[in-house]
DNA sequence: CTGAAAGCGCTTACAG
DNA sequence: CTGAAAGCGCTTACAG
């Protein structure tokens, strides 16, 4: 293979000898070819191909200014242990056989939920021309993942209460964010505590301090700067939920199943069905709606067990005639504690959850209940950061998404 | 905000001056802190804090000849138009109601066979030090991205087939190359040849031609050179399986429901099959396996409606005492067709898959199937792109990942 | 339409 | 243990 070096990457200048043109122009003809003449850009776009040039990144990235990388942080877990992946099979031909029989070898490390947030966000930075870099917050190192991501990245998305605020504010420095709504789902992270309005306001997000990055340890700064954020309209979602089902269930009381109180999810959706009962009572955990059907809550941890618990609980009171659950998860719990208790679901008493996890479209039966647009998220995400890199002073701006009511059996025959 | 510059991010030089060091010594303490006298250190720390100061990426890999980023190229699908996204409301309050009771609202454009390739790749990288870059093949413009990709880093790990061997030749140039296991998903992509031997063998992958990048349009090099590859155990998964099953299905004939004859999965899956079953009628459709089971083959093409179809047509001769599907996809359109043709599963038949989706668990019955080891699949492949990076001359390795067997009610009582 | 030149922000031998 | 200096491979005004 004469005249090629076998070892090193060929550059500009390869490309440009080859070609007898200046390495300006080669890099003219790969960014904007438009400018240069056509017998030019024919020339060099056959060296391009001949040497098999690849243009360095790094160097654009460093010379341009712009990485051309968007970086998304979301919750995630660490590998599990290596002795649990392993086994002790390493041959071929070893085979483990593994009773499945009641589902349960699914793999518990799996995060569902953010899945298709990834996915929204991929397709949307490539569209756009930009790559997408994914970090899932570890236990450890978090600082160190957002630290590292943040020098890389023209623009960072990140999942609200990923990362401590505090950190958001010291690691990221000045690049671009754009806040993307938190989740529900329980996972053991604990503090879910957070951006979102308390009383489910779902104002806009804020992060303290964002002005100075002198001072790490001093009081936060009296004026928190507002970043910009996408959001899913729990409260909306749920007051078309529980409008529904008031038309639709049997005569009787309504249970509410409440998500943690230090959840801004749990609060917006709580909101929502305070707007939907209506009547008296909103604030206190119980009364009378303003269609004259009696109502209370009941405390749930957004956990399976914590739903079956409250319902279990509850059921030796009362029977409800609707269960109305933050998420599906608890409303999952609920289902059991009925079946339990020998209520008819849907007969007796309609249950609904709120998410659109997968286990909610197999449980039995089917889970009536509230899906968030994930993937849209993730577009939204994308195009509202692309926005903020191309117009830092721009105002911040909050997106307020859509959500879908999916409609099953749980809720029983929809009149 | 005195002596903050507010607009411009900090670099070695702000570091360096404020610590009242050299540039080098800044680098040197961010690299290899141990070469640092201790009260150097913490000024340069210090200063570093102070500024919120983050190194520059781009900068890092130019001077560095490293990125620090692996790439992972995986088949994809583009979004769903704008149009099928957001449907005409964007205000709030506007909730969609969507009958759901069929469980049809899920996501078609989802893609869970690679979610935890991502995720193990994801946490292999991170854990070794390394971003992860993870980019869906598009329709269009894959080349587009694969060509990117490469510029962006140290080494990229490929799902075989998700972009044909030409590209991943003239695209990647010198960049080390790791090639995953395939798929067996019908997913419309089509092309299921490729680089796995088609008698189930298995071998290493070649790409040809990989020597030079001087001629795109030549004839293909003659000495092919081979790429690093992960795969998995089909071929010994389908044999356990069989094995199991043979052991424990009902008296009577065996159905060998096979995929696409161009797919290197259908092929060792097909070989797995005739190492259990034994006995003669090897590479022939049908015979007698050496316990004395007869058996017959069947041509599926890794879809629901294959599967059923063949199923259908073959229940009208005969009913088999067991299905053994390729895939999970026909094994469940299997066992509709048995359901319709009024079998008994498992009691007159049982049925199995192939690829552990998630549809598996949840049919009635639930399927016993051979999951995959995704997760695996995407660590090995960082590790094996790993050790290719660090020593590019090495005898490229060949990694055959063991599989597990899920044991679910389709086959009946475990014996 | 094209080229010469500066500069992006780091790392890394090489001296000392 | 620390610093001066070269250089990584591009892009981008600025001239012409």
């Known amino acids: 293979m004469p005249g090629v070096?076998?070892?090193?990457?060929?550059?500009?200048?390869d490309v440009a000898r080859q070609a007898e043109v200046s390495i300006a122009t080669v890099s003219r003809v790969l960014r904007r070819p438009d400018k240069v003449a056509a017998a030019?850009?024919?020339?060099?776009?056959?060296?391009?191909q001949q040497l098999g040039y690849v243009p360095n990144a790094s160097a654009r990235g460093l010379a341009g200014r712009r990485t051309g990388v968007l970086g998304l942080l979301i919750p995630g877990h660490d590998l599990p242990a290596t002795s649990d992946r392993e086994d002790a099979r390493t041959a071929t031909g070893e085979v483990a056989f593994i009773d499945d029989r009641d589902g349960s070898a699914a793999d518990p490390y799996r995060n569902r939920y953010f899945e298709q947030l990834v996915r929204g966000a991929e397709a949307?930075?490539?569209?756009?021309?930009?790559?997408?870099?994914?970090?899932?917050?570890?236990?450890?190192?978090?600082?160190?993942?957002?630290?590292?991501?943040?020098?890389?990245?023209?623009?960072?998305?990140?999942?609200?209460?990923?990362?401590?605020?505090?950190?958001?504010?010291?690691?990221?420095?000045?690049t671009p964010l754009v806040l993307v709504a938190g989740h529900s789902t329980a996972d053991g992270d604990g503090a879910d505590g957070g951006s979102e309005g308390a009383d489910g306001t779902e104002g806009a997000a804020e992060i303290d301090g964002a002005d100075g990055a002198v001072d790490g340890v001093g009081p936060r700064g009296a004026v928190g700067t507002t970043a910009d954020a996408v959001r899913v309209d729990n409260r909306g979602g749920m007051r078309a939920l529980v409008e529904h089902v008031l038309a639709v269930k049997p005569p009787g009381p309504v249970l509410y199943l409440a998500g943690p109180p230090d959840s801004p999810d749990a609060a917006g959706r709580a909101a929502g069905f305070r707007d939907a009962i209506g009547g008296d009572g909103a604030g206190s955990d119980g009364g009378t709606g303003r269609d004259g059907t009696s109502w209370s809550e009941a405390l749930g941890d957004f956990t399976w067990q914590?739903?079956?618990?409250?319902?279990?609980?509850?059921l030796e009171q009362d029977t409800p005639a609707a269960v109305i659950a933050a998420n599906?998860?608890?409303?999952?719990?609920?289902l059991a504690a009925l079946r339990e208790g020998g209520v008819d679901v849907p007969g007796t008493c309609v249950v609904t959850g709120f998410d659109g996890i997968d286990e909610s479209r197999w449980s039995t039966p089917a889970l009536t209940t509230v899906r968030q647009p994930m993937l849209d998220l993730g577009?939204?995400?994308?195009?509202?950061?692309?926005?903020?890199?191309?117009?830092?002073?721009a105002p911040?701006?909050?997106?307020?998404?859509?959500?879908?009511?999916?409609?099953?059996?749980?809720?029983?025959p929809h009149r």
């Open 124 to 174: 949307a930075a490539w569209r756009e021309g930009y790559a997408l870099m994914v970090a899932a917050g570890r236990d450890m190192g978090r600082e160190v993942v957002m630290h590292d991501l943040a020098g890389r990245v023209d623009g960072l998305a990140a999942v609200s209460r990923t990362v401590p605020d505090e950190l958001l504010r010291t690691s990221i420095g000045r």
């Open 5 to 13: 070096p076998e070892s090193k990457s060929p550059t500009v200048y």
């Open 379 to 393: 577009v939204r995400a994308v195009e509202l950061l692309l926005r903020r890199i191309a117009d830092p002073g």
């Open 328 to 334: 599906d998860q608890s409303a999952l719990g609920a």
């Open 40 to 48: 030019t850009r024919e020339r060099v776009m056959a060296a391009v």
């Open 306 to 314: 914590g739903g079956h618990d409250a319902v279990a609980a509850h």
């Open 396 to 412: 911040s701006t909050e997106l307020l998404l859509p959500v879908d009511v999916l409609l099953r059996h749980s809720c029983g």
